[in-house]
């Protein structure tokens, strides 16, 4: 596994992460726990959640659920990882108590939740999910600056903030990004180099679309994301699987590794944040940032999809 720093000023991180979406929604605690050690084994040093996170999936898990596996999971071992977080999504009734989700009230309120939940006295990277479209965002910094002073979180960062509103206050932020979507290469790339922020991609396998896992003229496998998801599956879409999954057999690689290899090799990422629902998925795409393109591979990757496109 390689390690980087996250932007300038961040914490260091594995070049792939572990994403919890699926903990407390798909995976229940012998999953997550599966999941997780086999992440740590594997060298992986970053795992991210988010305080809504569980409330999704067939497990019909409540918000808070993905905190409180991965929490549990990780213990013994906190002090080897940086653990992320997010803060500002929907999480309720009760919460909905402490007002606008970027004001200093509810902040308090959802960060010793987070902590409570996840066993431990302190977050490493503390993430506002999305703007509440409400609270000027300088409100929103300055909260979340006490909290750094009181050693409750370690270092600030964003998700889902447009590019003309990124600040370097945050170390890093998060936004959708694969071999499949460029778009954040028109303008929330140039604005992290901008401010030194690290990128942490979301989606980096398109859904699975970039997994290998999915066939032009097959249905897709029961269970699979895409099996109930639509718009992905497109022409186009399969168009550039083929031609990527060509791509790497010229080099030797799957498409998994063409996937996280070649993302977490451009601009400004910090770690590829792969979700995992079994062992042998995280040791793989843990393995997949093996591969280190050169300028080369990298132009022949432009000529399939050219940055800055968006195909699904």
């Known amino acids: ?36 050690h086999a992440a740590l084994d594997a060298g992986i040093t970053l795992f991210d959640t988010a305080d809504m996170y569980g409330q999704f999936g067939e497990r019909g898990g409540a918000r808070g659920d993905g905190e409180r596996l991965l929490g549990a999971a990780l213990k013994g071992r906190r002090d080897d990882v940086v653990l992320a977080t997010k803060f500002g999504m929907e999480m309720g009734p009760d919460a909905d108590l402490y007002g606008r989700r970027g004001a200093r009230p509810y902040i308090r309120h959802a960060v010793e939740s987070s902590l409570r939940r996840l066993g431990t006295d302190r977050i490493d990277l503390y993430q506002y999910h999305e703007p509440d479209g409400l609270t000027p965002l300088q409100e929103t910094v300055a909260a979340l600056t006490e909290l750094v002073d009181e050693g ?23 936004a959708r990004y694969h071999l499949l979507d460029r ?8 604005a992290c180099l901008r401010h030194g922020l690290g990128l942490l991609p979301y989606y980096p396998l398109a859904n699975g679309l970039l997994s290998g896992k999915y066939r032009r003229g097959e249905e897709p496998p029961p ?36 996937a996280v290899g070649a993302l977490a090799a451009l601009p400004a990422v910090g770690s590829v944040i792969c979700g995992a629902m079994t062992p042998t998925q995280v040791t793989a795409n ?23 496109e968006r195909v699904v």
């Not at 979180?153 to 998700?159: E, F, P």
């Not at 778009?183 to 140039?190: C, G, M, N």
């Not at 699979?224 to 990527?244: C, F, M």
């Open 223 to 258: 269970g699979s994301r895409l099996s109930w998801r639509q718009g992905w599956l497109t022409d186009a879409a399969l168009d550039r699987v083929e031609a990527l999954t060509a791509y790497g057999a010229e080099r030797g690689l799957t498409l998994l590794q063409v």
């Open 183 to 190: 778009s954040a290469e028109a303008d929330l790339i140039p």
């Open 1 to 36: 596994m390689r390690y980087r720093t996250l932007g300038e000023q961040g914490p260091v991180v594995s070049a792939v992460g572990v994403g919890g979406n699926n903990f407390g929604s798909r995976l229940d605690e012998e999953g997550t726990n599966a999941v997780v």
């Open 152 to 174: 409750k979180i370690r270092y600030l960062g964003c998700s889902n903030l447009p590019a003309e509103e990124l600040t370097d206050a945050f170390v890093s932020t998060q």
């Open 286 to 308: 843990a393995a997949a940032a093996d591969w280190i393109p050169d300028p080369a591979d990298l132009a022949a990757l432009d000529a399939i999809v050219t940055p800055g």
